[in-house]
């Protein structure tokens, strides 16, 4: 079981960026397809990026596609999300999943069993 950990979220202006990381704390992530998702009070977690275990292969959210970049670093155990041109509308917790590779890209927050507890991104307009 791989236990994940978030940074690297904080307030920026719109049209900035932020890079966030996660870390096993627990584990590897080597064999894992990783998830990077989003929240915002009162509503559910919604993917906007995935990677595969060897990190050849991603996708976005149709939201942040040519924004945000998801991409890993398995030597260091760790999941990026580099975010540019950031929008109010991408204020919200950020969290990073793992899930057992099916050979399946997927965003759908039940397919993901392992979870961090989030990082928060605030963007001011």
């Known amino acids: 079981q791989v236990q994940l950990v978030e940074s690297g979220g904080g307030s920026v202006q719109a049209g900035g960026s932020l890079t966030l990381s996660c870390v096993a704390s627990?584990?590897?992530?080597?064999?894992?397809?990783m998830g990077w998702f989003r929240q915002i009070p009162g509503r559910g977690r919604k993917g906007v990026a995935g990677i595969t275990p060897d990190g050849d292969t991603m996708m976005s959210s149709d939201t942040v596609r040519g924004r945000f970049n998801v991409s890993r670093d398995n030597a260091l155990n760790t999941v990026y999300l580099q975010m540019r041109d950031l929008e109010a509308d991408d204020t919200a917790t950020y969290f990073c999943a793992a899930m057992d590779w099916a050979g399946r890209l997927t965003l759908r927050e039940a397919d993901f069993p392992f979870w961090g507890r989030g990082t928060q991104v605030i963007v001011s307009s």
């Open positions: 627990r584990g590897t992530l080597a064999s894992y397809y």
